[in-house]
Structure formats: structure tokens, C-alpha cells
């Protein structure tokens, strides 16, 4: 079916801006199935000041302004974090037309009440963090920098928030592996008896693939016919427990009905300064668009930046989905296999 107007105006609207935010590139953990390579380190003054310019300059023309935090692992760089999204909130409440959301991928390592109350007051209020299994299996994949597990720093924060009386959205990202189905089985009891009822922790199920990180060819992975199966008998796990389907979380996003990769007014901003579409295919060459200017301007490569919009120029949901699918990982766009794409950071 033919995509409408009212559908695909939003990709090529002005008016809104969706800035994906790196405020560092370094992460505490080591994740086994991880892609990133951790070479930039903390975003630096003279790109703290560029976003809060870019800001600052687009924030009267806009209708909607959406905050994205990710990394590396966000809550390393908690300066700037607060200092940009105090920043950002403070421009929302002078222009009060203007619609404004944050959401943050995290760890959850550093989610820490104080820090979670501190980000509801600045307007982050959706939130995503993962979860291996229950703590053998979570341990085993989901590793420190420094060595040893994560699950019970991030089991207790988790904790911890529940008891917050406001408004928010935590969802709980499973991963699945050929090893971990028991242990995910666990977890959704272990939820369920924990955070039962509380429509503020949904649930997602979703298989580890290989995006290109170091142990990729180790990555016990399930194939395409056991994923379905197995994700299939988790999903009736979960209903049985009570749990709604949200399996469809990260193909309905709320705002755009697509990847905002897609849209014209949504950019990563890494913590060089550099600009790319795409927070997971980082190193692809169609992905390095640009870089923001001191005063807030940004410096695209206009060649590679329209190729985002395909999408939206063609009317073509594919590649609204995912425009990087048939792009080869040496920049040509054809006749090579997709670069794939996931909805956001493991
Ligand atoms: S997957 Fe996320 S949490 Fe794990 S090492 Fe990579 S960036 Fe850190």
C-alpha cells in the first residue's frame, strides 16, 4: 500500500529536531556481543557549548524536540548530561509549544535513584536497559570493564526506582542466546513476582545478533528458524505471566513511524563532534555526515546526508525502517548485503 502524506511528513518536517546524544563513546562494561570500540572518550567543552548553540538557535521553529541519551555508557559523563538536558529543558519551558521528550539507553549499572529522580525533574523520562537472564547467565555475557558481573548493581537500582512515585517508562530489554533461554525464562518470573502490575517496567524480548564487535564469531547466536521458536515460547512465557506484548516497542516508535535515522531533522552527535545518522552502524562511511559547527550550525555532507531520506523521498517503508538496508560496508549502495540495524544500543 502506497504511503500517505500524513505519514510520511514527519520525516521531512523542520520542525522537528531528534538529536541522539554520545556524551561519551567509554563504557564500564564489556558486553561479550558488544560492537563498539570505545576510542573517543568524554564529549569536550567546545561540543558541550556547540549542542547547547544548535539548541538554542532551532528551538523556536520547532514543535518537537526530543533528547536521546547513548553511548559508550551515558551516566560516565553525568556533567554533561545535566548540564545539556538542564540546558535543553530550560529552552522547553520558555517555549512551552514546543513538544519535549528525553529517553536514555543506559547500563543501569549508574542508574541510581538520586540520578533517576534528578532526570525525571530535567524531562527524561523513558528509559532502556538490558538484561541477560538471572545473574549467572547476565554475569557471563554481560561483564565489567574491570572484570566480574553487573546483574545485582543493576537488579538493585531497578529496585530502587520502582519505589519512585512518577510518571516513566523503564523497559526491560531481554536478550536472548542459544544459552540463556532457561535463565530468561527465570528472569520474567523474577520480574514478574518483583515489578508485577507496574505498567512502568514493560518488557522486550530480542535475540543477540552480530553487529560487527570483536567476538562476533564466538557469539552463540540463535539461527533464523530456532530464533523464531524460541522467542516464540518466551513471548507465551511472558503473556502467561501477565505481561502485555510489546514486542512491537521498537518497530512502532512513538513520534515517527520508522527509524529516525529516516528523518531529516534527526542526527547523532558523537562525542567528537562529528555527526552520523545511524547510533549503530558508526563506522560505515555513509554514516561520518558531517560535523557541528562552534555556533551550533551543522556542516553536512549533503551527499551523503540525503541518502537517509530515501525513505521519505521514495515513499518507501523498507527503507524508512532501516535506510541503511542494501548499503555494502564500503559505502556503495548495491548489489551487497545490508548493513542490519537494531532499534538501539544492546
Ligand atoms: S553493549 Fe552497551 S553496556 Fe555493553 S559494553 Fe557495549 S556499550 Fe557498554
Not at 3 to 17: G, K, N, Q, Y
Not at 212 to 232: H, I, K, M, N, R
Not at 238 to 253: E, I, K, N, S
Not at 323 to 328: D, E, H, I, M, V
Given at each position: 500500500?502506497?504511503?500517505?502524506?500524513?505519514?510520511?511528513?514527519?520525516?521531512?518536517?523542520?520542525?522537528?529536531?531528534?538529536?541522539?546524544?554520545?556524551?561519551?563513546?567509554?563504557?564500564?562494561?564489556?558486553?561479550?556481543?558488544?560492537y563498539?570500540?570505545?576510542?573517543?572518550?568524554?564529549?569536550?567543552?567546545?561540543?558541550i557549548?556547540?549542542?547547547?548553540?544548535?539548541?538554542?538557535?532551532?528551538?523556536?521553529?520547532?514543535?518537537?524536540?526530543?533528547v536521546?541519551?547513548?553511548?559508550?555508557?551515558?551516566?560516565?559523563?553525568?556533567?554533561v548530561i545535566?548540564?545539556?538536558?538542564?540546558?535543553?529543558?530550560?529552552?522547553?519551558?520558555?517555549?512551552?509549544r514546543?513538544?519535549?521528550?528525553?529517553?536514555?539507553?543506559?547500563?543501569?549499572?549508574?542508574?541510581?535513584?538520586?540520578?533517576?529522580?534528578?532526570?525525571?525533574?530535567?524531562?527524561?523520562?523513558?528509559?532502556?536497559?538490558?538484561?541477560?537472564?538471572?545473574?549467572?547467565?547476565?554475569?557471563?555475557?554481560?561483564?565489567?570493564?574491570?572484570?566480574?558481573?553487573?546483574?545485582?548493581?543493576?537488579?538493585?537500582?531497578?529496585?530502587?526506582?520502582?519505589?519512585?512515585?512518577?510518571?516513566?517508562?523503564?523497559?526491560?530489554?531481554?536478550?536472548?542466546?542459544?544459552?540463556?533461554p532457561?535463565?530468561?525464562?527465570?528472569?520474567?518470573?523474577?520480574?514478574?513476582?518483583?515489578?508485577?502490575?507496574?505498567?512502568?517496567?514493560?518488557?522486550?524480548?530480542?535475540?543477540?545478533?552480530?553487529?560487527?564487535?570483536?567476538?562476533?564469531?564466538?557469539?552463540?547466536?540463535?539461527?533464523?528458524?530456532?530464533?523464531?521458536?524460541?522467542?516464540?515460547?518466551?513471548?507465551?512465557r511472558?503473556?502467561?505471566?501477565?505481561?502485555?506484548?510489546?514486542?512491537?516497542?521498537?518497530?512502532?516508535?512513538r513520534?515517527?513511524q520508522?527509524?529516525?535515522?529516516?528523518?531529516?531533522?534527526?542526527?547523532?552527535?558523537?562525542?567528537?563532534?562529528?555527526?552520523?545518522k545511524?547510533?549503530?552502524?558508526?563506522?560505515?562511511?555513509?554514516?561520518?555526515?558531517?560535523?557541528?559547527?562552534?555556533?551550533?550550525?551543522?556542516?553536512?555532507d549533503?551527499?551523503?546526508?540525503?541518502?537517509?531520506?530515501?525513505?521519505?523521498?521514495?515513499?518507501?517503508?523498507?527503507?524508512?525502517?532501516?535506510?541503511?538496508?542494501?548499503?555494502?560496508?564500503?559505502?556503495?549502495?548495491?548489489?551487497?548485503?545490508p548493513l542490519?540495524?537494531?532499534?538501539?544500543?544492546?
Open positions: 500500500m502506497a504511503m500517505t502524506f500524513a505519514e510520511i511528513a514527519p520525516f521531512v518536517s523542520s520542525r522537528l529536531l531528534h538529536l541522539t546524544l554520545m556524551p561519551t563513546e567509554q563504557c564500564n562494561f564489556r558486553c561479550v556481543y558488544c563498539e570500540d570505545f576510542a573517543a572518550g568524554e564529549m569536550a567543552r567546545p561540543v557549548d556547540a549542542v547547547k548553540a544548535l539548541l538554542a538557535r532551532r528551538i523556536a521553529g520547532l514543535e518537537m524536540l526530543a536521546n541519551w547513548f553511548g559508550g555508557e551515558p551516566l560516565l559523563a553525568w556533567p545535566e548540564e545539556i538536558q538542564s540546558f535543553a529543558a530550560g529552552l522547553a519551558s520558555d517555549h512551552p514546543v513538544r519535549f521528550g528525553g529517553e536514555m539507553t543506559t547500563n543501569g549499572s549508574l542508574l541510581t535513584r538520586p540520578r533517576f529522580e534528578r532526570l525525571l525533574t530535567l524531562g527524561v523520562r523513558r528509559f532502556q536497559v538490558s538484561l541477560d537472564g538471572t545473574r549467572e547467565a547476565h554475569d557471563a555475557t554481560r561483564l565489567r570493564r574491570s572484570g566480574g558481573g553487573s546483574f545485582d548493581a543493576i537488579w538493585r537500582n531497578l529496585l530502587a526506582l520502582q519505589e519512585v512515585s512518577a510518571s516513566f517508562e523503564v523497559l526491560l530489554r531481554l536478550h536472548i542466546t542459544r544459552e540463556n532457561p535463565a530468561v525464562e527465570r528472569l520474567l518470573g523474577e520480574i514478574a513476582r518483583e515489578f508485577a502490575g507496574d505498567p512502568r517496567f514493560p518488557v522486550v524480548l530480542k535475540a543477540v545478533r552480530r553487529f560487527g564487535g570483536p567476538q562476533d564469531a564466538e557469539l552463540p547466536v540463535l539461527s533464523p528458524a530456532e530464533e523464531g521458536a524460541v522467542l516464540g515460547r518466551l513471548s507465551a511472558a503473556t502467561a505471566l501477565g505481561f502485555p506484548d510489546r514486542q512491537d516497542v521498537f518497530a512502532q516508535p513520534i515517527l520508522g527509524c529516525y535515522a529516516s528523518a531529516l531533522g534527526s542526527y547523532v552527535v558523537r562525542a567528537s563532534g562529528e555527526l552520523a545511524c547510533p549503530v552502524a558508526l563506522g560505515h562511511p555513509n554514516n561520518h555526515i558531517g560535523r557541528l559547527l562552534p555556533d551550533g550550525r551543522l556542516d553536512l549533503s551527499s551523503k546526508a540525503v541518502g537517509w531520506l530515501r525513505g521519505a523521498l521514495k515513499g518507501d517503508r523498507e527503507s524508512l525502517r532501516c535506510p541503511t538496508k542494501g548499503w555494502a560496508d564500503d559505502g556503495s549502495r548495491e548489489g551487497a548485503p542490519v540495524r537494531i532499534g538501539s544500543s544492546p
